[in-house]
């Protein structure tokens, strides 16, 4: 009988924990598309209230005034430098599709009748009854290129086109967020304090633990991004100086900066690199570019996990199996929150408010339990 009721045990709370962050995942899921602009407010407010509180000692003004000027320097700094580097980016961006048509004229032509021309000359000792016609080959592939690289231009600037039309329908969200922002942070105690209180207590409890785990877990996060970018830089420096690539460290911080960030990766400059390399006819550049991606590709694979669950406290297999999960599953997003998820119910777990699995640990405390239960009779 106590190992049925402690098995019962067990169960509920690990059904009622379960069940309450999946009740929370789902409010926070189905309200963010309705109110949207009162969450990124929320989050942007919450972002600026470490600022406010350290002035708020040093500063003999009301906290509110405060949070407001907190808020306009928020605005004018951190707005003008993502304003600038989206309008250089774009402008870039439009200046390539421009130029697109002309660049492929007078470099990418040439250089694929130079490539076809080697490809000819390595085939001519193939018999002529089994060699391919490849003139043909050859037509049909310049003007597949050209086709491709028209396409890519003109729907280029149909997105530029339809993304500036599409920034007025975007102001009012964006003024909405902004204002919100303003009148959250002035009192940003209160908000919180009631959004808390409209939770029972032991949901509350929950709420404010998982809180310090997130922010926990995407400190930790972080570090492995640094800790993996440092490692990325130190090994295309050692790939550049092997190959004869000029300016080598500044290369390889800005192709590491760019694989830290999400979605993108050392690919996404490398590969084109390479292939464009391999167009222009340096053929044993193109190599060693694409040998030195493959090496980063290899080596962060294998040490990916390991940092990860080295900061997460996860095993490195755990850790790899989540990432890949997470990836397969919702993307590179998907990535960071199923690693946050995990790390918050083994936190849990190993707090003892959940089981997960058995293990030595648990099992013992288990058998204590049941001796316990059994003095107790």
Known sequence: MPEEIRCRKHFIINAVYITIL????????????????????????????????????????????????????????????????????????????????????????????????????????????????????????TSATQQFVSNISQKGMAFAGSFFSGIPSGFLSSLITILLSFFISTQYDEVINFIKYQLPEKIRDSVSEIKQLIKSSLYKYLKSTVILMFVTMAELIIGFLVIGIGNPIGLAAGIALFDALPVFGTGTIMIPWAVFELINGNYSLAAGIFVVYCIIDIMRNILEPKIIGTQFELNPIVALITVYLGYQLFGIIGMVVLLVTVYILLAFHRAGKIKLYNSPETQQTDNQENLEVTHGK
């Not at 995942?25 to 989050?43: Q, V």
């Not at 907190?70 to 250089?88: H, R």
């Open 22 to 141: 999946i009740i929370i995942a789902g409010i926070i899921f189905l309200s963010a598309r309705l109110i949207m602009p009162f969450w990124i407010a929320l989050f942007l407010a919450a972002i600026m209230q470490p600022l406010t509180r350290f002035l708020d000692g040093k500063i003999h003004i009301k906290k509110k005034h405060l949070a407001t000027l907190v808020c306009l320097f928020f605005y004018l700094v951190i707005g003008s430098m993502v304003v600038w580097i989206f309008m250089e980016i774009l402008y870039l961006l439009d200046e390539a599709f421009l130029n697109l048509p002309s660049y492929y004229d007078s470099t990418i032509k040439p250089a694929l009748h130079s490539l076809g021309n080697s490809l000819e000359n390595i085939l001519s000792i193939i018999p002529a009854q089994f060699r391919p016609n490849f003139d043909t080959m050859q037509t049909a592939f």
